[in-house]
């Protein structure tokens, strides 16, 4: 079965940092573009940050740029996005997505697969 699950999510204070995980099975994430997104509660869904597949370009939300980081680990077949310098607003539930088709520009990519979510609750 094709799916992708996050992991990771917690409270964590303001100014604090914390990294989720995007894990696999069925899916080589290498191959894959690989995006994040959020929702928060009464809002829609938002793009955070993607990666693409073939180069590993990596593009982020300008509400998360220079605090955020996407990355890729081949050998775990895992994508993580380590979040730091962490806001109030940033609270949400985040969700991990991929794509197996080959993208050099994931910004709007629509995904085939998607995780259940993770919360994120920032809060002192």
């Known amino acids: 079965q094709l799916q992708v699950v996050e992991f990771g999510g917690g409270l964590v204070q303001p100014g604090g940092s914390l990294t989720l995980s995007c894990a696999a099975s069925g899916l080589t994430l290498e191959y894959c573009a690989v995006g994040w997104f959020r929702q928060a509660p009464g809002k829609e869904r938002e793009w955070v940050s993607c990666i693409t597949s073939n180069d590993g370009a990596t593009y982020y939300a300008d509400s998360v740029k220079g605090r955020f980081t996407i990355s890729r680990d081949n050998a775990k077949n895992t994508v993580y996005l380590q979040m730091n310098s962490l806001k109030p607003e940033d609270t949400a539930v985040y969700y991990c997505?991929?794509?197996?088709?080959?993208?050099?520009?994931?910004?709007?990519?629509?995904?085939?697969?998607w995780g259940q979510g993770t919360q994120v609750t920032v809060s002192s």
């Open positions: 997505a991929a794509d197996a088709n080959t993208y050099y520009y994931c910004p709007g990519v629509q995904y085939d697969y």
